[in-house]
C-alpha cells in the first residue's frame, strides 16, 4: 500500500462495532461487564477506549510498528517512554533536541535518578565517547529545532544494537510520511502529534510507536498506570488531521523549497538552515533517510532588532511558539522556545540573536514569497 493510500485506509478506517466509515467519538469512561470480567475488550478508558485504539492503530500502521500509543501531549508520550529507564541509568540525548525533552530529562528525570549526556548525534563518534557501562538509550531527535540537523539513524542504530540500546526517535519534524525510524532500526517512535500530525492547531496531542510486542506491553503498562491519556475527542481530531497529512506535507515542502530559493538570492539573508539545500551538512544523508526535507526553515538575518522588524512587517506568518500547522508561523528562537538555553550556549549551536524559524504553511507560495521579501526589504 502506497502512504497516501495507507493514511486513508491503515489502521482500522472504520469501527468495527457500526461500520461508521469516520471512527465515533466514544465519550465514555467504564464499560457494562455482562458477568465479573466478562467484558468485550473495555474495562475502564484510562486503559482503553475505541476511539484511541482506533488512533493508536492507525499511528502504528503508518510508523509501520508494532503498537501504537496515545497521551495528553508529546512531552507526556516522551515521560512515558522515558520511564521505561530506571534510576542510575544513564540516556544519551541529541545536544540540538526540543526544549521541553531537555527541561523533562535536566529538572524532572534527573532528580529521579536517570543520567544523561547532550552530543551532537549527527557525529557517531561522538555518541560512541558518550556511552558508559549504565548507558542504556539513545534519544535522538532528527531534523532538529531550530537548527535542522541531522542524524544518521541506520549508523545509530547499528551502534545501538551493538551495545543493547533502546533507540529512541522524535520524529514529530520528520512525520511518518517522510521519514519511518522504525524501518531504519530504530525501537520507538515518538510524536508530538500537536504539530504536523494534527496539523490545525486545535488539539495537543502525543503518541509513541514501539516495534517490539514485549517493548509494547511495557509502554502500556506505563501508560495505564501514570494515565496521561489522549481523551477520546481528541484522538479523532489527531484522526481527522492524519487523514490529509500527505497532502499537507507535500504542500508544505512544495512551499518551503520555493522559499529558500528566494531567501537563498536575497542579501538581508545570511546563513540558511534546510536540509534540501545542497550545502547543507547533511544533505546527502537527508536524501538518503528521508522521502521528503520538510516544512521547517531556519535563517539568519544578522540581529535581534532585524529579526523584530522582519516579524512586525509580514502578513502572513503569524508570530507564535508551535509549528506543523496548515498556517505558516514564525519565531525567535532565541528568545521563544530557547530563551532557556544560555547565550553563550545558544551562540556555540548556531541560535543566534538573528535567527528566525518559519513553519511554512499551505497558503500560495506566491504569497509567501513575496510577503517574506518585502518583509526583508
Ligand atoms: C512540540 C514538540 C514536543 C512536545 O510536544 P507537546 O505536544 O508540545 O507536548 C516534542 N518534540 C518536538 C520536536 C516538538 O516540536
Aim: net charge negative.
Amino acid at each position: 500500500m502506497k502512504r497516501k493510500t495507507k493514511l486513508i485506509h491503515g489502521g482500522r478506517p472504520f469501527d468495527p462495532h457500526t461500520g461508521a466509515v469516520s471512527v465515533p467519538i466514544y465519550q465514555v469512561s467504564t464499560y457494562k461487564q455482562d458477568d465479573v470480567g466478562v467484558h468485550k475488550g473495555y474495562e475502564y478508558s484510562r486503559t482503553g477506549n475505541p476511539t484511541r485504539d482506533a488512533l493508536e492503530a492507525y499511528i502504528a500502521d503508518l510508523e509501520e510498528g508494532e503498537r501504537g500509543f496515545a497521551f495528553s501531549s508529546g512531552m507526556a508520550a516522551t515521560h512515558a517512554v522515558l520511564s521505561l529507564l530506571n534510576a542510575g541509568d544513564h540516556l544519551i540525548v541529541t545536544d540540538d533536541v526540543y526544549g521541553g525533552t531537555y527541561r523533562i530529562v535536566t529538572k524532572v528525570l534527573s532528580r529521579l535518578g536517570l543520567e544523561a549526556d547532550f552530543v551532537d548525534t549527527t557525529d557517531t563518534d561522538e555518541i560512541e565517547n558518550a556511552l558508559r557501562p549504565n548507558t542504556k538509550a539513545i534519544f535522538v531527535e532528527t531534523p532538529t529545532n531550530p537548527l535542522l540537523k541531522v542524524t544518521d539513524l541506520a549508523a545509530v542504530s547499528q551502534l545501538a544494537k551493538a551495545k543493547g540500546l533502546l533507540l529512541i526517535v522524535d520524529n514529530t519534524f520528520g512525520t511518518p510520511y517522510w521519514q519511518t525510524p522504525l524501518t531504519l532500526g530504530a525501537d520507538i517512535v515518538l510524536h508530538s502529534a500537536t504539530k504536523y500530525l494534527g496539523g490545525h492547531s486545535d488539539v495537543v496531542a502525543g503518541l509513541a510507536v514501539v516495534a517490539d510486542g514485549q517493548v509494547g506491553e511495557k509502554l502500556h503498562f506505563v501508560q495505564n498506570a501514570v494515565g496521561a491519556v489522549l481523551g477520546p475527542q481528541d484522538s479523532w481530531l489527531v484522526m481527522r488531521g492524519l487523514k490529509t497529512l500527505g497532502l499537507r506535507m507535500e504542500a508544505h515542502e512544495e512551499n518551503a523549497r520555493a522559499i529558500v530559493a528566494s531567501l537563498a538570492v536575497n542579501p538581508a539573508v545570511g546563513r540558511i538552515y534546510y536540509p534540501g539545500l545542497a550545502d547543507h551538512p547533511q544533505h546527502e544523508l537527508a536524501k538518503r533517510q528521508a522521502r521528503g526535507f520538510g516544512g521547517m526553515i531556519s535563517f539568519d538575518v544578522g540581529s535581534a532588532e532585524k529579526a523584530a522588524e522582519v516579524i512586525r512587517r509580514l502578513n502572513y506568518f503569524t508570530l507564535a511558539e508551535s509549528l506543523g500547522a496548515v498556517e505558516s508561523l514564525i519565531s525567535v528562537p532565541a528568545r521563544m522556545t530557547h530563551a532557556s538555553i544560555p547565550k553563550e550556549r545558544r551562540e556555540q549551536l548556531g541560535i543566534t540573536d538573528g535567527l528566525l524559524r518559519i513553519s511554512v504553511g499551505i497558503e500560495d507560495a506566491e504569497d509567501l514569497v513575496a510577503d517574506l521579501e518585502q518583509a526583508l526589504r
